[in-house]
């Protein structure tokens, strides 16, 4: 069987053109630079346990799709009179030359990379899917690219719900290290989404592991089932048996556990394979392959610290002003003690008036009550019995 190897995890604008040219899939000009990687990120592990968002049945995961963006190209995007936004894509199996039976066959794609809001104003993704604010700035942001129900997807978008770039705050696509990762601040803030959290520590071998973003370009999928198979101490991504295709790149990657992310999704196996003439996801069992690359949540704590960004503040992109001791013109002058001496201005001590006391009231003598009172009789308690 002949496997096709694809850059790494991002992907181009699908047309329905590359039908005869699908083996030399490449990304543009524009996103293409790229990790010297002979593997991207499109396999499937085990069973595919890709999901729509309609079809997760934990809230939990669906509340984590919702701070998910796709990365799609302003080619792809045209703002109706409504203001609303409408994606243009074209048809995922046929644009591919996809065999009938693969899944999501017929759901259009539109986005070429995925990422996540970790804070009001930053998107967190792949080094590799904004080469530079060049870049960024020909691509929005979009909430919302998803099927709430069965065969009906959400491509007519809300002007809240598109976000453009405003520039780079840190970048890395290191060839010796491999470290991949961008983050990206915003125009405006996106107030009505919840900013994602990220983990303080690496993960360690079995981490139980789930992956939302955009394969392949097409609505938000929700791919769990997965685990850690090497923490790669020392090094700046860990490796998963991750369900991931070209697409998925800037995924965030969340411990299936606590919620939180673990890292970004950037590399990883073959996507497809050739059979009867069409093509196939490439699958492999949970142990087998070279796995998928995450780059860990620890290099994007230390980018944001390097920028000054602390996500305890994410709505102050920058770092604090210290604010200095001494007083300056400014500052109100610290108010004067008052002191116990009497001055000019206060007012002697007003004598104190003389009371003449009454005289006392004679005691009355009590008059003795009488000795034959009757008693009242007892009433029975009805909770006695």
Not at 140 to 145: D, M, P
Not at 187 to 193: E, F, Y
């Amino acid at each position: 069987m002949k496997k096709i190897d694809l850059p790494a995890r991002s992907l181009p604008l699908i047309k329905a053109t590359v039908l005869v040219t699908f083996c030399a899939w490449n990304v543009s000009a524009s996103f293409g630079q790229q990790l010297n990687s002979k593997k991207s990120p499109h396999v499937i592990y085990g069973e595919d346990n890709r999901k729509d968002l309609y079809e997760a049945q934990s809230e939990d995961l669906r509340n984590l799709a919702e701070s998910t963006v796709a990365l799609i190209e302003n080619t792809s995007l045209s703002q109706q009179a409504s203001g609303f936004f409408k994606i243009s894509g074209s048809k995922y199996g046929p644009s591919m030359g996809l065999c009938k039976t693969e899944k999501f066959y017929t759901q259009p794609a539109a986005a070429f990379c995925s990422g996540s809001l970790i804070a009001p104003n930053l998107i967190m993704t792949a080094g590799h899917c904004i080469k530079d604010v060049v870049d960024c700035k020909k691509a929005k942001f979009i909430f919302g690219f998803a099927l709430e129900k069965a065969d009906v997807v959400t491509t007519l978008i809300p002007p809240e719900d598109v976000a453009e770039c405003k520039k780079i705050v840190s970048r890395s696509l290191d060839e010796s290290t491999q470290n991949d990762y961008a983050i990206i601040e915003l125009k405006k803030p996106i107030t009505h989404r919840k900013p994602l959290k990220l983990s303080k520590t690496n993960p360690s071998v079995g981490t139980p592991l789930v992956v939302i973003g955009h394969p392949s370009g097409l609505p938000v999928k929700i791919a769990d089932g997965a685990n850690v198979r090497s923490a790669n101490v020392g090094s700046p991504f860990f490796v998963g048996n991750l369900d991931t295709y070209g697409g998925n790149s800037g995924s965030a990657v969340f411990n299936q556990k606590t919620g939180l992310i673990e890292g970004i999704l950037v590399r990883g196996e073959n996507d497809f394979e050739t059979r009867n003439g069409c093509q196939v996801s490439y699958v492999c069992t949970n142990n087998d392959c070279r796995g998928e690359d995450v780059t860990k949540s620890s290099e994007v704590f230390r980018a944001l610290a390097a920028a000054g960004i602390s996500l305890d503040k994410p709505d102050r992109p920058g770092p604090r002003p210290t604010a200095s001791p001494t007083a300056t013109a400014t500052q109100k002058p610290p108010r004067p003690t008052p002191t116990p001496t009497a001055t000019a201005t206060q007012n002697p001590p007003r004598p104190l008036p003389t009371v003449t006391p009454k005289p006392p009231r004679p005691r009355q003598t009590a008059t003795p009550r009488p000795t034959n009172r009757p008693r009242r009789p007892r009433t029975t308690n009805p909770w006695d019995n």
